[in-house]
């Protein structure tokens, strides 16, 4: 079963897809000592699927897994009105300029490169948390 998100506790949620596991345990340590509700993926597949069975309000996902990468879960996800709306934040251990320009292009809303910088993870994760609750706030046009 998963872990209820945001409305259940009143802090965001917050979706990790990544192969790594030390990826994975670091992010995860790093976003609860934020209080942030943090679940975890280790595919894109699972991610999709966890993304669809409980919509967190933000998903950081790694941009190459074997299987589904981050891009295939990214195509899927802003197909899906269920989940079209959650920011994606793509990581990658590659600083490729054309890389970025796809997963924008796609759909994400930011990048972050690998290795993390704590101080940099959380802004970034702040300010489209903070983006997100805007649009949510204003009526469509």
Same mark, same amino acid.
Not at 3 to 20: C, K, N, Q, S
Not at 106 to 119: L, N, Q
């Given at each position: ?18 192969? #790594?596991? #030390? #990826? ?11 209080? =942030? ?10 991610? =999709?699927?966890?993304?669809?069975? *409980? ?22 996800? @802003? ?5 079209? *709306? ?27 490169? @690998?290795? =993390? ?12 948390? #903070? ?5 949510? *706030?204003?009526?469509? *046009?």
């Amino acid at each position: 079963m998963l872990a209820p998100t945001t409305t259940e506790f009143a802090r965001p949620g917050i979706l990790i897809v990544d192969d #790594e596991r #030390e #990826e994975l345990r670091f992010l995860t340590d790093l976003l609860r000592r934020q209080l =942030y509700h943090v679940r975890t993926a280790s595919d894109g597949m699972a991610g =999709y699927q966890a993304a669809l069975a *409980a919509p967190p309000d933000l998903i950081l996902l790694d941009v190459r897994m074997p299987g589904m990468d981050g891009f295939a879960a990214c195509r899927l996800l @802003k197909a899906n009105p269920v989940t079209r *709306a959650i920011p994606i934040i793509f990581l990658s251990a590659l600083d490729e300029p054309d890389e970025r320009v796809a997963g924008l292009a796609m759909g994400g809303v930011d990048f972050v490169a @690998k290795p =993390y910088h704590p101080a940099e993870v959380f802004a970034r994760v702040r300010i489209h948390l #903070e983006l997100a609750g805007l649009r949510r *706030a204003t009526p469509a *046009a």
